[in-house]
Nanobody, 127 residues
Framework: QVQLVESGGGLVQPGEALRLSCEVSGSIYGYVSIGWFRRTPGKEREGIACTNRNDGRTRYSDSAKGRFTISGDNAKKTFTLQMDNLRPEDTGVYYC????????????????????WGQGTQVAVSS
């Protein structure tokens, strides 16, 4: 059984940074992509970053480019989201998720592609 567990959320001030972690247990076969999503107040869940487990290619949403960095440690089965220069509008629940493809295509930020989800971790950015 595949499980994803997020950690690292918390309360920070604007301009500060947080590092979220996603620990993956169980086996996923195929070309695996790991994504980070968030649900902010009043908005639908949105994809912000993803990475291909096998080759490390990444994709970012416009809101994440230049501030967030996704990376993975396959040996530790841990994927992180480094979030710098946080803003109040980044406040929300952050989720990691995974899916497997039969082709080595670049990961997608479309949430309906993802089969496995964590429970989420809360991020609050406030002065």
């Amino acid at each position: 059984q595949v499980q994803l567990v997020e950690s690292g959320g918390g309360l920070v001030q604007p301009g500060e940074a947080l590092r979220l972690s996603c620990e993956v247990s169980g086996s996923i076969y195929g070309y695996v992509s790991i994504g980070w999503f968030r649900r902010t107040p009043g908005k639908e869940r949105e994809g912000i970053a993803c990475t291909n487990r096998n080759d490390g290619r990444t994709r970012y949403s416009d809101s994440a480019k230049g501030r967030f960095t996704i990376s993975g440690d396959n040996a530790k089965k841990t994927f992180t989201l480094q979030m710098d220069n946080l803003r109040p509008e980044d406040t929300g629940v952050y989720y990691c998720a995974a899916y497997a493809s039969t082709t080595n295509e670049l990961c997608t930020l479309h949430l309906w592609m993802y089969d496995h989800w964590g429970q989420g971790t809360q991020v609050a950015v406030s002065s």
